[in-house]
C-alpha cells in the first residue's frame, strides 16, 4: 500500500511541476498571443486543459443583449456552459438552461446599482470605443449574502486605428473583490486586479512592433458599512477601484513606455548624438592624461 502510495504522490508531484511550467511559459507570451498560445498548450497537454483556462488570464470578449440592446463583457463570473449572463437583462445569451445560475435579490440589487455607477466611470476614464460589466456572485461557505459576498468590474476598451503608426490596441481591466464581514459594522474587502494591454504599431522607420503585457495587483482593506443598503458597498469598492487603476496606470506608464524609451535611446544613439558622447569621452581622456603627467 505504501508504495502504492508513493507512486500517487510522485505523479500529482509530476503533475503540478508539469501545471507550474506550463503556466511559466503562459506568463511569457505577449497578450495579443495568448490565445492561440493557450490552445497550442492545450494540444500539447490536454490533460492540464481545465487547470490552463481556471488559471490563465485571456483577453476579454463582447456580447450583444439582444433584449436591452446593449454590449456585455464576458468571463467566467457570469458563464453557464457555453451561455453568458447580460448584466442588463439578468438574461443568458444564448438560453441557458432553466438551473442556470442568477444571483440572489439582494445580490441583483447590488449589481444594478453598481453597473449604472460603472458605465459612469468607464464613460468619464475610458471614453469612446469601451465597455464595461460588473457581476455579484455568492462565495462558498457563506449562506448569507449581506455577510459575504464576491463581485467582478470589467472594462474592456478597443482603440481604433489612427492615421499614424498605431495599428490595432486594446486594454483589459478586471477587479474581482472578495468581501467578508468582519466585527461589528466592518467588512474586509479582499481586491484582485488584473491590467492586459496590447498595442501594435508599423510604419516605414519603426518596422513592426508588439508592445503587450499583463500587470496584476492585490489589495485588501477593512472599511465600515453603516447603512443597509448598497451605498456603502459600493463607495468602499469603488474607491478601492479607482485608487488601484491609477496606480496601475502609472507603473504601465513607467515600465512599458518611458523604460522602453530608455533601452531603445540606449541601443540606437543618432549621428550627433554619438559624436557628441565620443568627444566627451575623448575630452575626459585628455584631462585624466594631463593629471597624470
Same mark, same amino acid.
Given at each position: 500500500f505504501r508504495a502504492r502510495g508513493d507512486i500517487f504522490i510522485s505523479r500529482m508531484a509530476d503533475s503540478d511541476k508539469k501545471l507550474n511550467s506550463a503556466l511559466c511559459i503562459m506568463r511569457r507570451m505577449a497578450p495579443s498571443t495568448i490565445e492561440n498560445s493557450l490552445a497550442g498548450l492545450c494540444e500539447l497537454a490536454p490533460d492540464l486543459t481545465d487547470d490552463l483556462l481556471n488559471n490563465v488570464d485571456q483577453p476579454l470578449k463582447i456580447e450583444s443583449d439582444s433584449k436591452a440592446e446593449k454590449k456585455f463583457i464576458c468571463c467566467d463570473y457570469n458563464r453557464d456552459g457555453d451561455s453568458f449572463r447580460s448584466p442588463w437583462s439578468n438574461t443568458y445569451f444564448p438560453p441557458a438552461d432553466a438551473d442556470a445560475l442568477l444571483p440572489s435579490k439582494y445580490l441583483r440589487g447590488l449589481e444594478e446599482d453598481a453597473n449604472a455607477i460603472f458605465d459612469v466611470y468607464r464613460k468619464l476614464y475610458f471614453e469612446g470605443g469601451s465597455y464595461s460589466s460588473v457581476y455579484f456572485f455568492s462565495i462558498e461557505g457563506c449562506e448569507d449574502p449581506t455577510k459575504g459576498f464576491g463581485a467582478c468590474f470589467l472594462?474592456?476598451?478597443?482603440?481604433? *486605428?489612427?492615421?499614424?503608426?498605431?495599428? =490595432?490596441?486594446?486594454?483589459?481591466?478586471?477587479?474581482?473583490?472578495?468581501? $467578508?464581514? *468582519?466585527? @461589528?459594522?466592518?467588512? %474586509?474587502?479582499?481586491?484582485?486586479?488584473?491590467?492586459?494591454?496590447? +498595442?501594435? +504599431? %508599423?510604419?516605414?522607420?519603426?518596422?513592426?512592433?508588439?508592445? !503587450?503585457? !499583463?500587470? $496584476? =495587483?492585490?489589495?485588501? %482593506?477593512? =472599511?465600515?458599512?453603516?447603512?443597509?443598503? !448598497?451605498?456603502?458597498?459600493?463607495? $468602499? +469598492? @469603488?474607491? +478601492?477601484? %479607482?485608487?488601484?487603476d491609477h496606480r496601475i496606470r502609472a507603473e504601465i506608464m513607467e515600465i512599458y513606455f518611458s523604460k522602453t524609451r530608455q533601452i531603445i535611446d540606449g541601443m540606437r544613439l543618432s549621428s550627433g548624438a554619438r559624436n557628441r558622447q565620443m568627444d566627451k569621452i575623448a575630452a575626459s581622456l585628455k584631462d585624466a592624461l594631463k593629471k597624470s603627467t
Open positions: 472594462v474592456h476598451k478597443d482603440v481604433e *486605428a489612427a492615421s499614424g503608426s498605431l495599428k =490595432k490596441g486594446w486594454w483589459d481591466s478586471t477587479h474581482v473583490f472578495q468581501v $467578508n464581514k *468582519a466585527r @461589528g459594522d466592518n467588512y %474586509e474587502y479582499k481586491l484582485t486586479s488584473t491590467v492586459m494591454i496590447s +498595442m501594435v +504599431m %508599423e510604419d516605414n522607420t519603426l518596422g513592426s512592433c508588439d508592445l !503587450s503585457g !499583463s500587470m $496584476n =495587483k492585490q489589495k485588501s %482593506e477593512t =472599511k465600515a458599512v453603516k447603512e443597509k443598503g !448598497s451605498t456603502s458597498h459600493l463607495i $468602499n +469598492m @469603488g474607491t +478601492m477601484i %479607482e485608487n488601484m
